[in-house]
């Protein structure tokens, strides 16, 4: 899809799974020759560059053999997995699930994508982060009155005042914080809070709000201050990375569509990036 500056949609793109078929249907000129996974298109050849080797569409499959920097018998083979002796393969021949960054390993690939994208952050998102490791910005957490008998109930209550904080905000900043557990089993949150820890930066940190005595975190929170459909559904690839950093539920809803999305790691699917994969996390349910 390519949008416009005032998130209309100008080209929506099609592709089969192996990248053939490519059509457009739109009224704006196509501005890129990046389509199919993010990899430019050849038109002289009809092929993608995939950076290590082209891979030819129509056949569903590589042009040349995989290779490696080091020589081995069979590059980037897994002996447990046939799929992977076949040099010429294009994500172990399971284009819907899986990804090749380079050319070269489809699964290990997606999975450096999120190291990458995190290691090619800016120095304020790289200053973010250290704020983050060193719980140097603390604002005290403050748990709503109610409680629910369910983690999901929970987390929709407080997704709903998370929005809520977040519009009135102007859409500038994220909301969000803990989700809690009492000693009785019974759920509530600490009350959204916005934990910008450097002027203009509106993305929210959990680590930043304390968690209230005689409750223990089971969850986070937080919104996206969407605007237009563009901008997208789910979780970001940090907020995933987050998610299996440090072992916890995650959850996300975006003041556009108002839907809410739970990541769970080892349960969730994992999506190496949503502009070629699809929404990260899981729907629970819209937030009237």
């Known amino acids: 899809m390519q949008a416009n500056a005032d998130g209309t949609v100008g080209l929506s793109f099609f592709t089969y799974p192996y990248g053939d078929g490519l059509s457009c249907s739109g009224p704006d000129e196509d501005a890129t020759e990046q389509h199919f996974t993010g990899k430019q298109y050849d038109p002289e050849s009809g092929n993608y560059y995939f ?15 995989d290779w490696s920097a080091k020589v081995e018998p069979v590059p980037y083979a897994k002996l447990d997995d046939p799929q992977s002796l076949n040099l010429y393969a294009f994500v172990l021949d399971n284009p819907v699930s899986a990804v090749d960054a380079d050319g070269h390993d489809s699964i290990a690939a997606a999975e450096r ?10 120095a304020d998102y790289a ?5 983050v490791a060193s719980h140097s910005y603390k604002q005290k957490g ?26 009135k905000s102007g859409r500038k900043y994220e909301y969000g914080g803990w989700g809690l557990r009492d000693r009785s089993g019974r759920y509530t949150f600490t009350i959204p809070v916005a934990t910008a820890t450097r002027p203009g930066m509106g993305l929210f940190s959990p680590f930043d709000v304390s968690v209230p005595k005689g409750f223990t975190a089971v969850f986070t929170y937080h919104t996206h201050p969407h605007s237009f459909e563009a901008e997208g559904q789910g979780l970001s690839i940090m907020d995933e990375q987050w998610a299996y950093n440090f072992h916890m539920t995650l959850y996300e809803a975006d003041t556009y569509s108002r839907n809410m999305y739970r990541f769970t790691p080892g349960k969730s699917k994992f999506v190496p990036n949503a502009w070629c994969c699809g929404v990260i996390g899981d729907l629970v349910t819209h937030i009237p």
Request: glycine residues 8%.
């Open 142 to 167: 403050i748990a709503a009155t109610p409680t629910y008998g369910s983690q999901t109930a929970a987390a929709e209550a407080a997704e709903k005042a998370a929005l809520a904080a977040t519009n």
């Open 127 to 131: 200053s973010y982060l250290a704020g």
């Open 113 to 122: 994508m999120v190291d990458e994208n995190i290691q090619s952050m800016d």
């Open 51 to 65: 950076g290590a080797r082209y891979d030819a569409d129509n056949y569903g499959r590589f042009l040349t053999p």
